[in-house]
């Protein structure tokens, strides 16, 4: 079963990626981080189901992110 875009959005925040205010149109959202090269972006309503390239584009990010903290 697919994750909800509200649940890619709450563990790109809990890994310390922040929003950016403006930085899409409509439901796209644009996500940074200090240690990740580029931006994330996550389209979607919150109670939408996650299509399956959205979450493994936020799981890479989120791996990219952890290594670069060890």
């Known amino acids: 079963m697919p994750q909800k875009v509200r649940q890619l959005i709450a563990a790109l925040k809990s890994a310390g990626f922040t ?3 403006g930085g899409g149109k409509g439901s796209h959202r644009k ?5 990740f090269s580029g931006a994330v972006t996550v389209s979607g309503k919150l109670g939408d189901d996650a299509k399956p390239y959205q979450e493994r584009q ?3 990010a989120l791996e990219e992110v ?3 903290t060890e």
């Open 66 to 68: 952890s290594n670069e």
């Open 19 to 21: 929003e950016l205010k």
């Open 58 to 60: 936020i799981q890479r």
């Open 31 to 35: 996500f940074l981080h200090r240690n």
